[in-house]
């Protein structure tokens, strides 16, 4: 039996060291941090790193056509096209040419090295006249604008520097995409008669299929108002810069760019590629070998259990014998010792062993493996000396836990409250004279040594005594406080707060448990009410919705109708009559959903910086005219300083648009409409008032209720929600809404914080 409990101990330690294996492979990945999910792409193509070494390529494509258009001629190198004018006096301009710029950067010695990149030092900043030219024109920055006056002024080094390093880079792009073959090909053309036009291109004389033939490709037109593309993401920036670069200022332009996925050219496409499958590759070797390691470990480690502790094992030696006797608790922290002593000693030795052969970078991960080693030997051995006292049934009957509940069993649990504190204070009183009475015996009978050491026993007694009298209060009063804080938490409306019962010993316990039940009871109750009002609202929704289809069929057949250019009066008026009462069931139920939305709260709110005071102004234009079919005069006080406030400006037009087509609809003809905004303390309130055409028998409050008017005859078209619904969004945008009617004074205001 001991020879096979070794076994699979070196068997355990062989499947850790192949989790070891597997974690370092996976954790050295260049791919380390993006998860597994990368391993699922199917080629490096499908990759973000494919994605952003095809946009940098590019934008160096845009760049070449730029430079190309710069500094060539023809298709060719032109060493006399001008490039740089500069101010040379008032009124003054001097040209300089490619060929001037370069002589005079080769005679301050510079160049270009093989990397296309300027050598030979830098220009100094010079004083005196040289700084004095001003920079009028560059032929590769023709949109260049100063930011300060200062930045148009360079002398010739710094220009001719200048000018190198783009001459440099334009050498870089074409060496790359033109005189050397690479795996992306493009073409660019931008054309405006069949003999005008101009053509960029590394691949010519291809048809868009053949670029699209080789692999990944991306095809652009002017004409056209998407990207023809099989990349897994096109890149934003290019139909903007063809548009931009367009010189012909039509659509009659083309882009195609293609990467020839078969790599015959060993670029940056091309190692990028044969990496990715080598990285892939280890990556899947490090997952096999940390689940094979995982799945080994936890075989060999049930091996181990099975043998731990088992009959036929070998006597253990006197030390694990006395460890198996001693209680749970002490053998953890015995073996939270040896931890920490073992982790120490690899601090101060075995770290350094490990900087010998690991380099800088990696130090701390080896660190990691030793640490993480030692923690799981540690942490397996306690684990089996646990299972060894368990299988011996000593777990629980030497631990220090159970040793602790038994003695708290001793309090009394099934004891009324006031039998409890009795007992309690009648056993503290009978201890209490008894040792009075014994040390009062010991103070006045005996002098001795021995009576002394009785006498400090009788004092720690009272002091255990009052420790114990102690805690029973000190329970007892913070498991009151506990139902206490419940309560109040259950009287502020938190019905989901609940006690944690198993803290509770007794008749406390019981009260926790019957609160938990009160509080479980009203958190019922509450969700029905909650789900009764969201059927009332999802009815109405669904009702709307049913209504809105064949109502919309009936507004679409009597416009349909109306078309057909009907002569009979009688049924144009028919027609009409349709008309308009389909057109106001469609608000009526437009306004029934909106209602019911604001009314649950079920709105996406965009809160911005709204000024109010300049949404009332184009509010009172947008109702200018419609005030003036019935004779309304819209009198405004508005103050000249702007005020912002927090809000949604589409729902906030909503409430408005409500109030001004209340005034609109039952404002008495031939009287005014009064608008104006004032600020209280850190609030802007916004009010309309107008006298009513009919007597408002009503209160306010009732007016802010559904299908509630306060033109009880019904003779306008009104639904009797606009009220409601300017309420509910009001305050769902964390405003204020309130109606005020004295006689047949109408008056609504709507307030909301000032934003500072």
């Known amino acids: 039996m001991k020879k096979r409990k070794d076994k699979a101990i ?206 990944k490709y991306l095809y652009v037109t002017g004409e056209a108002l998407y990207v023809d593309s099989n990349l897994t993401s096109v890149p934003k920036n290019v139909s903007p810069e063809l548009e931009k670069m367009n010189p012909y200022n039509n659509g009659n332009y083309h882009m195609s760019v293609a990467v020839d996925t078969s790599y015959p050219y060993k670029d940056a496409y091309y190692q990028a590629a044969e990496s990715y499958d080598q990285m892939r590759l280890f990556f899947i070797i490090g997952m096999i070998c940390l689940a094979l390691g995982i799945l080994g470990c936890a075989a060999t480690l049930y091996m181990m259990v099975l043998l731990t502790g088992a009959p036929e094992e070998q006597n253990p030696s006197p030390l694990m014998q006395r460890m198996d006797r001693l209680p749970a608790e002490i053998s953890l922290v015995l073996y939270l010792a040896a931890s920490g002593i073992a982790l120490l000693v690899s601090q101060l030795i075995f770290f350094k062993i490990i900087h010998l052969f690991l380099s800088t970078e990696d130090w701390y991960y080896g660190e990691l493996v030793l640490k993480v080693l030692i923690l799981y030997v540690t942490g397996v ?28 069993l001793l309090y009394f649990k099934h004891h009324r409250f006031t039998t409890r504190i009795m007992i309690t204070y009648s056993l503290f009183l009978i201890f209490n004279v008894v040792m009075i009475m014994a040390f009062s015996f010991l103070l006045f009978t005996y002098n001795d040594l021995e009576s002394r050491i009785l006498m400090g026993a009788v004092a720690v007694l009272f002091l255990l005594l009052d420790l114990w009298v102690f805690h029973q209060m ?107 009462k389909s057109q106001r069931l469609k608000t009526l139920t437009e306004d029934l959903v909106e209602a019911s939305k604001a009314s649950s709260g079920n709105l996406k709110l965009d809160m911005t910086s709204i000024d109010f005071v300049e949404l009332i102004y184009q509010t009172n234009g947008e109702f200018e005219e419609k005030f003036a079919l019935r004779h309304l005069e819209l009198v405004s006080t508005l103050p000249d300083d702007t005020m912002l406030i927090e809000a949604d400006g589409r729902y906030l037009w909503r409430v408005l648009e409500n109030l001004y087509n209340n005034a609109f609809k039952y404002a008495m003809e031939h009287s005014r409409v009064y608008v104006d905004i004032t600020k209280e303390e850190d609030k802007i309130l916004f009010t309309i008032k107008n006298i009513s055409e009919n007597p408002l028998n009503i209160r306010a409050d009732e007016l802010t209720e559904r299908f509630v008017r306060g033109d009880v005859a019904r003779t306008t078209e009104g639904s009797g929600l606009g009220i409601s619904i300017a309420k509910s969004l009001t305050e769902l945008q964390g405003g204020q809404f309130q109606l005020y009617i004295d006689g047949d004074l109408f008056k609504a205001t709507v307030a909301f914080p000032l934003k500072k």
């Open 474 to 580: 000190y329970k007892n009063a913070w498991q009151t406080d506990q139902i206490n804080q419940a309560l109040l938490n259950i009287s502020n409306g938190n019905t989901t707060y609940k006690i944690d019962t198993k803290l509770f010993y007794g008749k406390e316990r019981e009260l926790a448990e019957n609160i938990n039940h009160i509080s479980t009871g009203l958190e019922t109750a509450l969700q029905e009410k909650v789900r009764s009002e969201r059927l009332k609202a999802d009815l109405i929704t669904n009702v709307s919705h049913d209504i809105k289809t064949p109502l919309t069929s009936i507004i679409n057949y009597v416009d349909l109708i109306k078309r057909e250019k009907i002569q009979d009066p009688r049924i144009q008026g028919y027609l009409e009559v349709l008309e308009q």
């Open 381 to 408: 051995s306690a684990v089996l000396n646990l299972l060894k006292q368990y299988k011996s049934g000593v777990l629980w009957k030497n631990s220090l836990l159970n040793k602790g509940v038994r003695t708290l």
């Open 10 to 215: 070196l068997a355990h330690l062989l499947f850790s060291l192949l989790v070891v294996i597997g974690v370092s492979v996976m954790y050295n990945n260049t791919h380390y941090g993006e998860g597994i999910g990368w391993i699922a792409n199917e080629s490096y193509e499908n990759t973000p790193e494919f994605a952003g070494q095809l946009k940098s390529d590019i934008d160096d494509i845009f760049n070449y056509v730029k430079y190309k258009e710069v500094f060539e001629t023809n298709g060719k190198l032109d060493y006399s096209k001008f490039i740089i004018r500069v101010a040379d006096g008032p009124g003054t301009t001097k040209d300089f040419t490619l060929d001037e710029m370069i002589r005079h950067a080769k005679s301050q010695g510079y160049y270009l090295n093989e990397q296309f990149k300027v050598s030979g030092g830098h220009p100094n900043n010079k004083t005196g006249e040289e700084l004095n030219y001003q920079v009028v024109y560059r032929a590769y920055e023709p949109d260049f604008k100063a930011a300060e006056p200062g930045d148009s002024f360079q002398s010739i080094d710094q220009l001719s520097y200048e000018v190198l390093s783009h001459l440099g880079n334009y050498y870089r792009f074409y060496y790359r995409f033109i005189q050397n073959p690479g795996n992306i090909k493009f073409e660019i053309q931008y054309q405006n008669t069949d003999k005008d036009y101009k053509l960029y291109t590394n691949f010519p004389g291809k048809t868009v299929n053949e670029f699209k033939s080789l692999g």
